[in-house]
């Protein structure tokens, strides 16, 4: 059964920092891509961040370049997202994916965890 469980989420201040944890299994590792998706109230899910994880290539959405990082422990079947300098429009449920294609894009991805509620308060 493949599952992907999503942890680290929370409250914190703006300016803050967080680190997510998806952890993944019922699949091979190393033969899809995660990404990282977020989904305010209201709004459309969105994707934040996503890695290769055969080659560790990644990519970013524009307004989290420079404050967040992808990146991943093979050995422990898990993808992190770290996340500095946080504010309040961050504020969302935070999903991670597993797919086939390292893109930003929720419809190519195959496998999505629960989510896990990160809130910035101003």
């Known amino acids: 059964e493949v599952q992907l469980v999503e942890s680290g989420g929370g409250l914190v201040q703006a300016g803050g920092s967080l680190r997510l944890s998806c952890a993944a299994s019922?699949?091979?590792?190393?033969?899809?891509?995660i990404g990282w998706f977020r989904q305010a109230p209201g709004e459309e899910r969105e994707g934040v961040a996503c890695?290769?994880?055969?080659?560790?290539?990644?990519d970013y959405e524009d307004s989290v370049k420079g404050r967040f990082t992808i990146s991943s422990d093979n050995a422990k079947n898990t993808v992190y997202l770290q996340m500095n300098s946080l504010k309040p429009e961050d504020t969302a449920v935070y999903y991670c994916?597993?797919?086939?294609?390292?893109?930003?894009?929720?419809?190519?991805?195959?496998?999505w965890g629960q989510g896990t509620q990160v809130t910035v308060s101003s």
């Open positions: 994916a597993a797919g086939r294609i390292p893109a930003l894009l929720p419809e190519l991805y195959d496998y």
């Open positions: 019922g699949f091979t590792f190393d033969d899809y891509d």
């Open positions: 890695i290769r994880v055969s080659n560790g290539r990644v």
